[in-house]
T-cell receptor, first 119, second 113 residues
Framework: DSGVTQTPKHLITATGQRVTLRCSPR?????VYWYQQSLDQGLQFLIQ???????AKGNILERFSAQQFPDLHSELNLSSLELGDSALYFC??????????????????FGPGTRLTVL | AQSVTQLGSHVSVSEGALVLLRCNYS??????LFWYVQYPNQGLQLLLK??????LVKGINGFEAEFKKSETSFHLTKPSAHMSDAAEYFC???????????FGQGTELSVKP
């Protein structure tokens, strides 16, 4: 158990719908990362938050958004869902921000993931 | 740009045989490298990490990896495979622009009895 929790574990929805995935980081971790795992794209970084502020964006679609709340939990919102959005979505957390100037290796701990199926 | 290449999407070994999973990286700065394991229907678990303290890194479950700068490699090995090692293994490099991880495509390890 990594200490990172994600809900729900499974989500089945229809095209055009909107869903929210939730992540609670390990106690004391300030950074949250979202990743998408699909068969064709592999594991791709989506977005990072640090202590409530967006820090980095990856290959995240405009239909997707995220936020980190004062209690440090994070939510990933996916809207106007398409069949191709079906994937495993992982949240990871780490203690530090790991910006370019820091020397910390910034180990990330992953949650169990949310499997999204869009029908 | 930084990248990771894992050679071989599928590796099959017999129980008790050597496990060797290959990973090559591309990075213009000294990299921080990781190996993660993903068991079926589970999240990613950190096996080991390279942070420049030592080139030979020991991880959990008997795995180890050696950082070779001259070969830009970070191959994962285990002397004797166990059935419970069957899983997907991911090599990753920490981006020098923020803390995101850049993953390889993964290698699925099968262990035959």
């Amino acid at each position: 158990d990594s200490g990172v929790t994600q809900t729900p574990k499974h989500l089945i929805t229809a095209t055009g719908q909107r869903v929210t995935l939730r992540c609670s980081p390990r106690s004391g971790d300030l950074s949250v990362y979202w990743y998408q795992q699909s068969l064709d794209q592999g594991l791709q970084f989506l977005i990072q938050y640090y202590n409530g502020e967006e820090r980095a964006k990856g290959n995240i679609l405009e239909r997707f958004s995220a936020q980190q709340f004062p209690d440090l939990h994070s939510e990933l919102n996916l809207s106007s869902l398409e069949l191709g959005d079906s994937a495993l979505y992982f949240c990871a957390s780490s203690v530090a921000e790991a910006s370019g100037g820091r020397s910390s290796y910034n180990e990330q701990f992953f949650g169990p993931g949310t499997r999204l199926t869009v029908l | 740009a930084q990248s990771v290449t894992q050679l071989g999407s599928h590796v099959s070994v017999s129980e008790g045989a050597l496990v060797l999973l290959r990973c090559n990286y591309s990075s213009s700065v000294p990299p921080y490298l990781f190996w993660y394991v993903q068991y079926p229907n589970q999240g990613l678990q950190l096996l080991l990490k390279y942070t420049s303290a030592a080139t030979l890194v020991k991880g959990i479950n008997g795995f180890e990896a050696e950082f070779k700068k001259s070969e830009t490699s970070f191959h994962l090995t285990k002397p004797s495979a166990h059935m419970s090692d069957a899983a997907e293994y991911f090599c990753a490099v920490r981006s020098n622009q923020g803390g995101k991880l850049i993953f390889g495509q993964g290698t699925e390890l099968s262990v035959k009895p």
